[in-house]
T-cell receptor, first 116, second 114 residues
Framework: GAVVSQHPSRVICKSGTSVKIECRSL??????MFWYRQFPKQSLMLMAT?????????EQGVEKDKFLINHASLTLSTLTVTSAHPEDSSFYIC????????????FGPGTRLTVL | KNEVEQSPQNLTAQEGEFITINCSYS?????LHWLQQHPGGGIVSLFM???GKKKHGRLIATINIQEKHSSLHITASHPRDSAVYIC????????????????FGSGTQLTVLP
């Protein structure tokens, strides 16, 4: 199946710093990418949907100024956690689809963020 | 509101046992996914179903659209099957502001003992 990569896989940062997470679709062009957050023992929660070349659509309760999403190309989306706080510590997962009418969705391996 | 319920929440089995994980949902869907998440966190897509049955190795997934129910079966289970199994559905209808996002179940933690 198609491959989605994320980088870094783990990051530890100090409170107040910004962290950028990259998501790449390696062997297909992803019109749509999704960013999820997962807290321990909980299921994935959608944070935002990003379409290449346009602004991301954020889910209710997700601060767009805190979680900056850029989908600059059909193979790359980035999530930047700005001014990170300990409560932002979580597992962040990206996912990609070829287009909105294509049901299959591929998941990245996730990024474990720890904010000290 | 689209709800996805999985059962059981936790399942412990002996190696070699036949395992069934169930998923029920409340709205019409265009596709149902079964995902596997290992302790490291990475998610692997096992199946995508819109009808009938699919088989891959020791894994079998079935779906009954009329009953809004799907099952994931593992035959001859092995300790390496230990993981969280997640059911996710894509609704048919688009609500305002929605882009037919996946709705996830809470997952089933499977532990297979040697």
């Amino acid at each position: 199946g198609a491959v989605v990569s994320q980088h870094p896989s783990r990051v530890i940062c100090k409170s107040g710093t910004s962290v950028k997470i990259e998501c790449r679709s390696l062997d297909f062009q992803a019109t749509t990418m999704f960013w999820y957050r997962q807290f321990p023992k909980q299921s994935l929660m959608l944070m935002a949907t990003s379409n290449e070349g346009s602004k991301a659509t954020y889910e209710q309760g997700v601060e767009k100024d805190k979680f900056l999403i850029n989908h600059a190309s059909l193979t790359l989306s980035t999530l930047t956690v700005t001014s990170a706080h300990p409560e932002d510590s979580s597992f962040y997962i990206c996912s990609a689809r070829r287009d909105l009418n294509y049901n299959e969705q591929f998941f990245g391996p996730g990024t474990r963020l720890t904010v000290l | 509101k689209n709800e996805v319920e999985q059962s059981p929440q936790n399942l412990t089995a002996q190696e070699g046992e036949f395992i069934t994980i169930n998923c029920s949902y409340s709205v019409g869907i265009s596709a149902l996914h079964w995902l596997q998440q290992h302790p490291g966190g990475g998610i692997v897509s096992l199946f995508m179903l819109s009808s009938g049955k699919k088989k891959h190795g020791r894994l079998i997934a079935t779906i009954n659209i009329q009953e809004k129910h799907s099952s994931l079966h593992i035959t001859a289970s092995h300790p390496r099957d230990s993981a969280v199994y997640i059911c996710a559905v894509r609704p048919l209808l688009v609500s305002s502001g929605s882009a037919r996002q996946l709705t996830f179940g809470s997952g089933t933690q499977l532990t297979v003992l040697p």
